[in-house]
């Protein structure tokens, strides 16, 4: 009887443990993000922060500088760097492309290309469909809010006004967020060209569910040229 007693109390105490370790796991989401799709994720970003530092030692090159020609005004300029890094982009799906950071709620992430699952595990991502930040047009950005570094977790706290600051190899654009709603998975439109330049970032909605969608829409505030990983700034 001895061995037998013996084993249910391993078998218990085991038990406990596991308990304790799933809870310790859950009460860590709740409270912040995932554990171990963090750890994950912090490694794929790292790599993507590599594969966009050898994209900015490549762009935008003097050819590309060169062909600004004599056009005239900030936007203009990055307009057509935005046209010709897009042209041109060859970079995989996943990869990194920018940076994005979002003040109000200490967001700074590597921002890549794709939202399929395995790009998001990687960071927030760009909507393959939707333009690049420059080229007039909606921008479409989705992101995490409770795996995978959960970058977007707090979205839903961004007020009108707030900042959203996206960094590209060839321009910095800064966005003040308008307004946000939530609409349903199947909604698409939300992405749509408008015939203007916005930004929009999506994100399961609510936390831990992906039953809907939440939606914040930002303008277009400021655009600053910069060229290169050395981030030498441009004149207008």
Request: glycine share 8%.
């Amino acid at each position: 009887m001895y061995p037998v007693r013996r084993a249910l109390r391993i078998f218990s105490i085991a038990l406990v443990t596991a308990g304790l370790v799933i809870l310790a796991d859950v009460a860590a989401t709740l409270a912040w993000k995932e554990p171990v799709s963090t750890i994950y994720s912090s490694i794929r970003q790292g790599r993507a922060a590599d594969e966009l530092e050898q994209l900015e030692q490549s762009f935008p090159s003097a050819a590309d500088l060169r062909a600004l020609g004599h056009a005239q005004g900030v936007r203009r300029r990055a307009g057509l760097l935005a046209d010709r890094f897009a042209a041109g982009l060859d970079v995989r799906t996943g990869e990194g492309i920018g940076r994005i950071m979002i003040p109000g709620i200490d967001l700074s992430a590597v921002l890549v290309e794709g939202t399929d699952a395995e790009s998001l595990r990687k960071g927030p991502g760009h909507y393959p469909d939707t333009s690049l930040p420059g080229q007039t047009r909606t921008v479409g950005i989705a992101g995490h809010r409770t795996t995978y570094l959960a970058p977007f977790r707090d979205i839903d706290q961004l007020d009108p006004g707030d900042e959203i600051l996206i960094q590209m190899p060839y321009a910095s654009f800064s966005y003040e967020v308008d307004r946000s709603e939530v609409v349903e998975p199947s909604d698409v439109g939300v992405v749509r060209d408008i015939g203007r330049e916005r930004l929009v970032l999506t994100a399961c909605n609510p936390l831990y569910s992906a039953a809907q969608r939440i939606v914040v829409f930002a303008s277009v505030a400021d655009v600053s040229l910069f060229a290169g990983a050395k981030r030498r700034w441009l004149d207008p």
